[in-house]
């Protein structure tokens, strides 16, 4: 079945970077979008960015442009982001998502969901 696993998660200083790496398997898909999504203690889970693996076309919310840089290594299967500028409010669980198109997963449509990994940033 498909799987998608991440990693990179852990404690961060405002300011600071982080990376987070999502590893998928499981599936064939020629074409295929792979996104970020957060979750924030008490708050709903919230789109963050999204690549497309046909074009690595790209969509980012608000909060992220200009501080996050998603990434996708096709021949892996997995996708990346680049966190820089963190701040407190990017203290969450990110997860990692499959879908068919951009629109989809921006939408919280994604096919598959990895389990997520925390990142948390200290003051």
């Known amino acids: 079945q498909v799987q998608l696993v991440e990693s990179g998660g852990g404690l961060v200083q405002a300011g600071g970077s982080l990376r987070l790496s999502c590893v998928s398997s499981?599936?064939?898909?020629?074409?295929?979008?792979m996104g970020w999504f957060r979750q924030a203690p008490g708050k709903q889970r919230e789109f963050v960015a999204a690549m497309s693996s046909s074009d690595f076309s790209t969509s980012y919310a608000a909060s992220a442009k200009g501080r996050f840089v998603i990434a996708m290594d096709n021949a892996k299967n997995a996708v990346y982001l680049e966190m820089n500028s963190l701040t407190l409010e990017d203290t969450a669980v990110y997860s990692c998502?499959?879908?068919?198109?951009?629109?989809?997963?921006?939408?919280?449509?994604?096919?598959?969901w990895g389990r997520g990994t925390q990142v948390t940033v200290s003051s």
């Open positions: 499981g599936h064939s898909f020629r074409t295929f979008v």
């Open positions: 998502a499959l879908g068919p198109t951009i629109g989809a997963v921006q939408r919280g449509g994604a096919s598959y």
